[in-house]
């Protein structure tokens, strides 16, 4: 399906898949870093190491998108244009790189407290029925918590499918019909071609109140998902026990 606005042609397919290419490759990116430091920080590190790593974590979140937009150009497009060579470099690669790191944030710290949110009870009996820390943590705290845990990641995929000009600014102007199968190539998500058609001398806005609509119904979609996931982790932890 093509997207053509001056014939008239208007096919948000290859937008869609784009859109999700780029959500879940930032969200993977997200999750093998933010679980694992939420698990240490959670379970292993001591106060004094947590009071430093989770504020830096969060110190992520109030930089302006296009500072770190430019930040990726500047090195990872570099970087993996001069392994890859022209015209790699501001395409899928890069963008789920600077957007993961992007959502980094939401997703090791929100997984950190629904893990802190596990009763201890539950850990106590876990080590009292002989089971090591490890054990504890990889059959009794991370499954519990895991409605917790999915809620955050499910979080993150939404930031990352709604950011745009970090991957704007990556990506560039890209073909809106074209579906991205390359990792090296370029990308054009429905927020990347909103920006790309606001910035257009035509600005041909009408369909693109579609598109956003769109974009606004699968994020509320997520939204939903959470909330329910949301609920299951109060229902290990309701706010009597905390």
């Known amino acids: 399906m093509k997207w053509i606005p001056h014939q008239g042609i208007y096919g948000p397919i290859p937008l869609v898949v784009n859109t999700f290419n780029v959500g879940i490759g930032c969200t993977i990116v997200a999750t093998i870093i933010g679980v694992p430091t939420a698990i240490y920080l959670a379970e292993f590190a001591d106060n004094r190491l947590r009071n430093i790593i989770k504020p830096s974590l969060e110190i992520l979140t109030g930089f302006p998108s296009i500072i770190l937009g430019i930040v990726g150009l500047t090195i990872i497009v570099t970087a993996i244009t001069t392994v890859a060579g022209p015209p790699a470099g501001g395409g899928l690669l890069a963008i789920w790189i600077v ?3 992007m959502s980094l944030p939401t997703v090791a710290t929100i997984s950190e407290d629904a893990i802190r949110a596990v009763p201890k009870d539950l850990k106590e009996a876990s080590l009292g029925l002989g089971a090591t820390r490890w054990q504890t943590m990889t059959r009794v705290t991370v499954p519990v918590a895991s409605p917790g845990i999915l809620a955050a990641i499910l979080l993150g995929m939404g930031n990352a499918i709604g950011e745009t000009m970090a991957a704007f600014y990556i990506s560039g102007i890209q073909d809106p019909s074209a579906i991205a199968t390359d990792p090296i190539r370029g990308v ?22 579609g598109l956003g ?4 119904f699968i994020i509320g979609v997520l939204n939903l998902i959470i909330r329910r996931l949301s609920k299951e982790q109060l229902a290990v932890d309701p706010p009597r026990n905390r």
């Open 99 to 101: 957007v993961g790191i």
């Open 213 to 216: 609509f769109l974009l606004f």
């Open 188 to 209: 054009a998500s429905i927020s990347v071609q909103i920006a790309q058609e606001a910035m257009s001398e035509t600005r041909a806005m009408t369909p693109y109140f």
